[in-house]
């Protein structure tokens, strides 16, 4: 079983790679962040002639997460159980299902911007919402995986050269100690393989020629529960999809199961 999780920065301007790349990966269950896209309007005729189901939390702006399955859409829970307003907006940032016989949450968290922003408080107030709500299914005995875009470098290694966010963001102890705490549910981060250099980064920013300097970042996370995590036989970001013109600013995470 092949499963990945991709910030796809605009569904509707990604639609054609999104499409020939799920064809060409094989992939059978694709979490999906950054949609961009209100419910209605996500791509859900397309997809369904590749075969495949879609679960969406969507209401247009910038947020937007979907699950997108070939084999099997049940249970489907839309948004994040207790989690916080921003603004005295409920974001969609999360949305579950279970597909065959993984369960999977697709989750986009707040950036945070800035450590002294509303936004850093509201990021670690989600990230406590998001620990107890996935705790339940982390300790069961079925496979289970938190994927997305998490918005935070679990180590230095992950970042290429930290000095660089010193201040900022994405690196602070408190969101770390928020993943810390998201894995004590009984998760363990995925470590995919690089499939160039020597560093898995999953992000690179558009400006600064960031991308072709291997400028980059690994912000997009699966951590599964053991179940899921023994059942693991291959994990690479492809960082081919990366590349060219209309590209996401976010690779594709992939995992192969044995379930």
Excluded at 53 to 65: D, H, I, M, S
Excluded at 204 to 221: A, E, H, S, V
Aim: aromatic share 10%; proline share 6%.
């Amino acid at each position: 079983m092949r499963i990945a999780t991709w910030n796809v920065n605009s569904v509707t301007a990604r639609l054609p790679r999104l499409l020939a790349w799920l064809e060409s990966s094989g992939t059978d269950v694709l979490c999906l962040q950054e949609a961009k896209v209100a419910a209605e309007q996500f791509p859900v005729e397309p997809l369904r002639e590749l075969g495949y189901e879609a679960a969406v939390n969507a209401t247009g702006r910038w947020n937007g997460v979907a699950v997108i399955s070939r084999v099997g859409l049940e249970d489907v829970v839309k948004g994040l159980p207790g989690g916080p307003e921003y603004e005295g907006l409920e974001e969609p940032r999360a949305v579950s299902a279970t597909c065959g016989p993984v369960r999977v949450w697709s989750v986009y968290v707040p950036n945070g911007r800035e450590v002294d922003h509303a936004h850093y408080a509201y990021k670690l107030q989600w990230f406590e919402a998001l620990r107890a709500a996935v705790a339940g299914d982390a300790g069961g005995g079925r496979p289970f995986a938190v994927l997305g875009d998490y918005n935070v470098a679990p180590t230095d290694d992950d970042v290429y050269d930290v000095a660089a966010f010193e201040g900022l963001t994405h690196v602070t102890p408190a969101e770390r100690a928020a993943l810390a705490a998201l894995r004590e549910t009984g998760l363990t981060d995925v470590v995919p393989r690089p499939l160039k250099y020597d560093h898995p980064y999953t992000y690179w920013d558009y400006r600064q020629l960031c991308f072709p300097k291997n400028r980059g970042i690994r912000i997009d996370l699966v951590y599964g529960n053991e179940a899921f995590s023994t059942a693991v036989k291959d994990a690479y970001v492809d960082r081919e999809e990366r590349k060219g013109k209309g590209a996401s600013d976010h690779a594709p995470v992939v995992v192969d199961l044995d379930v």
